[in-house]
């Protein structure tokens, strides 16, 4: 999913419930939030991640999380626009269905990537 696609398909769920920069923002956080908890801990070159700094990035840009599990995004969004609008029962529904998606993924990337080696020093 592009970072595109995803701010598209939040608008159509919740119209309204935020500026693009914050969506940004909210999507920078999670694609960080990816890196650090499972892209890290696996072999291999890490995958480049949209400069979201810059002041015009590539909205084409692709997102970590792919296939049957790439609404972890929109979930994500929406579960942050009804938080900040005090909306908690919505938020409650969001952040199950992204927790649920999210553990899904971070369970399918665990599956089919080598984790690195923890090289052990004992001291004598």
Known sequence: MTI???IIRVDDLRPG?????EKLRWLE??????RVEVLERYEGELPDLPDFDRVEFDMQSELQA???YEALYIHYVAMMISYRMEEYDAYNTEKQMFESLYSGWRNEYNRTHQHKQVKKSYKQ
């Open 66 to 68: 792919s296939g049957p």
């Open 4 to 6: 595109n696609k995803a």
């Open 17 to 21: 419930g935020s500026s693009t920069e």
């Open 29 to 34: 956080e999670l694609e960080g939030r990816i």
